[in-house]
Structures are given as structure tokens and as C-alpha cells.
């Protein structure tokens, strides 16, 4: 005798459709949705996974991406606190092994700032340069290594070079008065005592009354009158 009844052949398909159904049903989803997701469902159980997926992946990368500026964090400070004969070789390898990171930009920093302190400018300036065109104008870095640059080009006494980085730092809010300064220093330097004064005055005349470039105005006039008096 068959167990297999039209009834329970009946019971048994309305089974497995109602797994789907029942659920559709229960979410008050309109006919349409309903007709939608039936038509689709290997296609929207696909797109499901993928979604589920993606943020599975994007939580794990975000992890690494913590993880590896941890490091480079610790890597950096392990390295600053080498003695001088070993702290470029350290420095390296931060900048090798983290080079994207923002700890990694530092490393780079500091070995330029290694080259100055060595009086190897021509270096430093190589480094900051490549530095510099590796970053864009709104980064926090730099106007840091513009200065740095500048510095090494007027230490090389490569005074247009030095002028031309000076004439931008001049620019950049904060750096106004550093800028100004360096730019009537270099012609002091070159005993252009007149183009070092018009420099000067013309920061006097852009800081205005602003209560923030007080100091800096009074540092300013005082080398303007020094300069008036060697006339």
C-alpha cells in the first residue's frame, strides 16, 4: 500500500512553497514586492550575500588599517628614540615597511631634518622635495616641509630657490609672519638692506591692527629700525 496519497502529495508541496511564502506573507509586503521577490529570488539572495559580504570584508580591513597605523606609531616613537648614529637607519625602515601611513610621512620628515643637522642640505632639499610634491596644498604637513625646504635651499645659499618657497610659505596662514621674516632675511644676507625694509614693511602693512600679529609686528619694526640705523 502507497503512503504516498494525493493528500499528503498536496500537503507536502504547499509545505515547502509556504517556507517562503509564510514569511512574505508575515512582512505585510504589497502583491507586487511579493510577485518581485518570487520572479527574483536567486538574484536577491546573491545580491544578499555579497552585501553581507562586503561588510564583513570592509570591518576586517578597517581592523588591519588600525593595526597597521598602531604599528607604525610604535615603530616611529622606537625609532625617534635611537641614538643619533642609528636613528636614520630606523627611520628607513619605518618609512619602507609604512611609507603610506601618516607615520611613515613623519619618518621622511625627520630624515630630512637628519640631512640639515648633518649640514647635507643638498640632500635635505632632494627629500623635501619629493616630499612636498607628494603632498597636496590643504595637508597638515605641508607648509612644514615647504619650510624645510626653503631652509635647506637658503643654507645651500640658493637664495632664489629659497625665496621662491619663502614667497609661498608667505601665503599660508600662520606662516605669514615666518615667511615675511625669512624673505627680508635672505636680502639681508645678499646686503640688500632696501628690498630687506620694503619685505618688512609690507608685513607690517598686511598684518594690519589683527591683535594676533602683535608680537610679530613689534619683532618686525625693530629690525626695520635696526636696518634704518646701519643706513
Known amino acids: 500500500m502507497s503512503h504516498e496519497s494525493a493528500y499528503n502529495k498536496r500537503l507536502t ?72 648614529s642609528l636613528r636614520s637607519d630606523a627611520l628607513s625602515k619605518v618609512t619602507e615597511q609604512y611609507g603610506s601611513t601618516t607615520s611613515g610621512l613623519w619618518a621622511k620628515v625627520e630624515l630630512a631634518h637628519l640631512d640639515m643637522q648633518k649640514s647635507d642640505y643638498e640632500q635635505a632639499a632632494v627629500k623635501y622635495g619629493a616630499l612636498l610634491s607628494s603632498l597636496g596644498a590643504n595637508d597638515q604637513l605641508y607648509p612644514l616641509v615647504l619650510f624645510g625646504l626653503a631652509q635647506a635651499f637658503e643654507a645651500s645659499e640658493k637664495y632664489p630657490d629659497a625665496g621662491r618657497n619663502y614667497d609661498l610659505l608667505k601665503e599660508i596662514d600662520g606662516y605669514k609672519h615666518v615667511g615675511y621674516m625669512s624673505l627680508g632675511r635672505l636680502e639681508e644676507a645678499q646686503h640688500n638692506d632696501d628690498k630687506a625694509i620694503a619685505i618688512y614693511n609690507n608685513f607690517i602693512l598686511t598684518a594690519g591692527d589683527d591683535p594676533s600679529f602683535a608680537q610679530s609686528r613689534a619683532e618686525v619694526l625693530s629690525r626695520i629700525a635696526m636696518l634704518k640705523a646701519k643706513q
Open 13 to 84: 508541496a504547499e509545505t515547502k512553497m509556504d517556507k517562503v511564502e509564510g514569511v512574505l506573507d508575515h512582512l505585510n509586503l504589497s502583491p507586487k514586492v511579493i510577485e518581485f521577490i518570487r520572479a527574483n529570488n536567486r538574484a536577491l539572495l546573491f545580491a544578499i550575500i555579497v552585501f553581507i559580504a562586503a561588510i564583513v570584508f570592509w570591518s576586517f580591513y578597517g581592523s588591519y588599517k588600525d593595526r597597521v597605523r598602531e604599528e607604525a606609531a610604535s615603530a616611529l616613537s622606537q625609532a625617534m628614540l635611537q641614538e643619533s
